[in-house]
């Protein structure tokens, strides 16, 4: 048997662990930021008819340009936008991948505002790209002044805003995203993965003016997809052919692309839950802080509360009781997603049994 460190591992990942969140199976699962409501029987059969007809094709590769699928993204979105501003991976973290690969690599920064998504980390060292982080205001937001001296002082080609950001909630206005691209010549790439829970306007609408910016976007959280892997991005052309210089030949499969469309053209039914997810999460919240919890400000379907002296230890109590949740982000708190409204009083009656829930 041959071992890890018998084989000759690239030196910066010895050493290193498979990252990702525990996949546990408990009855209630709120630690990826997933959507709770699973397809409904309509669009299931729709699914699967799709994938009968795209079977009947499987001895032959599939669009390598995806370009029925950029184009109904392009549809969703808007303003504008057609498929040759579209770009489309396997998951958003693949589409930042792409990016990292293209304009990332030996010699160049990305940088990013800490705390803030946790696999950020992982494209900029897979692609060998120096991994540059500023912190983030004491209460997580960002402004203008803030971006462009890190900016400044950096000089990373590639610049990751996340709004609302993984795993605060919180969010970065138009205004300053406008002024960062104004006062500097990075790629600014604006990661809206949780946009659609927000109230707050889409940085889609600075595209048209602004040639360096790349809005990324999934289907996971939303459009209630992260099993089917499908994230995107919407920007000028030029960084759509970047994408397609660097991508592995048909890197999305026929199935991903047929149950995307469906998906797709049943957008208002899949996007119908996303204001009620918001308003658990905000529920949530303001029950925590009733309880005393501290709690960021989040637009999102996810919200993020504590302080616990021991966080690692509310996790345990709450998944011995079937619930897990995630231990992320600043020291002593809990990051929850939003599940339906009977898993969220069942997570709010276990934190209410721990004793004492503060110490
Ligand atoms: N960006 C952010 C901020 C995220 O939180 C996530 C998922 N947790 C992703 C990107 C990646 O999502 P996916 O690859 O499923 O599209």
Redesign the pocket.
Known sequence: MISLADLPLRDDLVGQEPYGAPQIDVPIVLN??ENPYPPSQVIRHEMAAAIVSAAGTLNRYPDREALGLRGDLAAYLGHGLSAENVWVAN????V?AHLLTAFGGPGRRVLTFTPT?S?YPEYARNTCTEYVTVPRHPDYTLDADLVLGAIAEHRPTVTLI?TPN?PTGTTVDLATIEAVLEGSDTLLVV?E??QEFSSGPSALELLAKHPRLIV?R?M?KAFAL?GG?V?YLAAAPAIVDACRIVRLPYHLSAQTQAIARVALAHSDELLAQVRSLAAEARAFEDWARGRGYEVIDSESNFSLFGRFPDRHRVWQDLLDRGILIRETGPAGFLRVSAGTPDEMAILRSALDELSPPLE
Do not use: C, F, H, L
Not at 91 to 94: A, D, K, L, Q, T
């Open positions: 990826v930021n998951g958003s973290n693949e930042m998504y696999m996340t993984n990661d993965a949780y990324s999934t996971s992260a892997r994230g």
